[in-house]
């Protein structure tokens, strides 16, 4: 079993839509989490992070966590093209003392207009 | 600009070659990691340093590859003896080990082994 895992995708939505991403941890002493944007070519851009149970809301974007369940989403309200890239979900390793993260293989968004 | 700074952004080499990458932190930032990341796979954890001292180094990094961070600021990675295997975007990034502390990414060094 993965540490982190996300469907691959593609993950399909029209303009304007809610799009849904969605991740599974293996480890219940994590406690930190975190989504990052990955254009194609371009290094990971940390977008949300969220560290207890509940929603999130940043703009456009709602990261929801469920720490019984092992279970972190992002929302994204209103996706527009510009949206249109991998989302990676990033997990603190409790074992580690410092910052480090596992990573699932990511999700590729496209949204079409 | 403030980031984190990679170089060389793009690194083509011959098998067999040594190689070696650079990575400067967002100033303030004490604490350093390397990952390194393949097509369609995320990002995977290979080394990080808090100040100067290397606190935890991935199985993954074979004796192929060191890292250093001399004086507790820009980092450098060497691969030697590089195989096409190799081949993948090395990123670097940094935090301060704050509560709730954030890495945040350089832009990436893509290294391609012939």
């Known amino acids: 079993q993965k540490e982190v895992e996300q469907n691959s995708g593609p993950l399909s939505v029209p303009e304007g839509a809610i799009a849904s991403l969605n991740c599974t941890y293996s480890?219940?002493?994590?406690?930190?989490f975190f989504w990052y944007r990955q254009y194609s070519g371009k290094s990971p851009e940390l977008i949300m992070s969220?560290?207890?149970?509940g929603d999130k809301e940043d703009g456009r974007f709602t990261a929801q966590l469920n720490k019984a369940s092992q279970y972190v989403s992002l929302l994204i309200r209103d996706s527009q093209p510009s949206d249109s890239a991998t989302y990676l979900c990033?997990?603190?390793?409790?074992?580690?003392?410092?910052?480090?993260?596992?990573f699932g293989q990511g999700t590729e968004l496209s949204v079409k207009p | 600009d403030t980031g984190v700074s990679q170089d060389p952004r793009h690194k083509i080499t011959k098998r067999g070659q040594n190689v070696t990458f650079r990575c400067d932190p967002i100033s303030e930032h004490n604490r350093l990691y390397w990952y390194r990341q393949t097509l369609g796979q995320g990002p995977e954890f290979l080394t990080y340093?808090?100040?100067?001292?290397?606190?935890?180094k991935s199985r993954l990094l074979s004796d192929r590859f060191s890292a250093e961070r001399p004086k507790g600021s820009f980092s450098t990675l060497e691969i030697q003896r590089t195989e096409q295997g190799d081949s993948a975007m090395y990123l670097c990034?940094?935090?301060?080990?704050?509560?709730?502390?954030?890495?945040?990414f350089g832009s990436g060094t893509q290294l391609s082994v012939l």
């Open positions: 340093f808090q100040n100067e001292a290397q606190l935890e």
């Open positions: 480890d219940r002493g994590s406690q930190s």
């Open positions: 969220i560290y207890s149970n």
């Open positions: 990034a940094s935090s301060s080990d704050s509560f709730n502390e954030k890495l945040f």
């Open positions: 990033a997990v603190k390793d409790p074992r580690n003392q410092g910052g480090k993260l596992i």
